[in-house]
Antibody, heavy 122, light 106 residues
């Protein structure tokens, strides 16, 4: 059974860097066919895709966040990480890691972490 | 950016009733659309992908249809556990989600 678990600080100071890790179990993170993603949800709001990393290290980011985001992969520890620089109160959200699957040209998120609430304080 | 507009924002229905949720894309996304259900304090759960294919373990009362710019998620007869918020998501150009439709108990 595939399991994803987010970890990281729940409180980040404004203008600092938000860093989260997603530990993956039950599947090899270096397998092709999966996009390892970060998605966030501000309180009471909808979902916003942040970006993803493919098994070969190639990354794709939401254009609205691209200048501040980095996603990296550590296959030896079976985890991938998010770094979001220069945060403001608008970055306060629940951050989810998720696995996106591609199947016969369709794409979908089939496994999600439980989410990690990150609050940006001034 | 492809914008997904979901309607209505809130749908108030009783158990046993039929729910029809709409998702409209700002441009043609073919069938690259998925639907998710989210309950408070939980991550989203995949219901439908490729516009009309039910995910593993999803009850047959959930169905999706559409292509291009207009999509519908139908719940044929609401069960108590179906009261939740539903999101559509496109994957043609980068990735975006709709604003959600909350299905609550009338």
């Amino acid at each position: 059974q595939v399991h994803l678990q987010e970890s990281g600080p729940g409180l980040v100071r404004s203008s600092q860097t938000l860093s989260l890790t997603c530990t993956v179990s039950g599947v090899s993170i270096s397998s092709g066919g999966y996009f390892w993603s970060w998605i966030r949800q501000s309180p009471g709001k909808s979902l916003e895709w942040i970006g993803y990393i493919y098994y070969n290290g190639k990354t794709y980011y939401n254009p609205s966040l691209k200048s501040r985001v980095s996603i990296s992969l550590d296959t030896s520890r079976s985890l991938f990480s998010l770094s979001l620089r220069s945060v403001t109160a608008a970055d306060t959200a629940v951050y989810y890691c998720a696995r996106e699957v591609t199947r016969s040209s369709a794409y979908f998120f089939d496994v999600w972490g439980q989410g990690s609430l990150v609050t940006v304080s001034s | 950016e492809i914008v997904l507009t979901q309607s209505p924002a809130t749908l108030s229905l009783s158990p046993g009733e039929r729910a029809t949720l709409s998702c409209r894309a700002s441009q043609d996304v073919s069938t690259l659309l998925a639907w998710y259900q989210q309950k408070p304090g939980q991550p989203p759960r995949l219901l439908i992908y490729d516009a009309s294919i039910r995910a593993a373990g999803i009850p047959a009362r959930f169905s999706g249809r559409g292509s291009g710019t207009d999509f519908t998620l139908t719940i044929s007869s609401l069960e108590p556990e179906d009261f939740a918020t539903y999101y559509c998501q496109q994957r043609l150009s980068y990735l975006t989600f709709g604003g959600g439709t909350k299905v609550d108990i009338k």
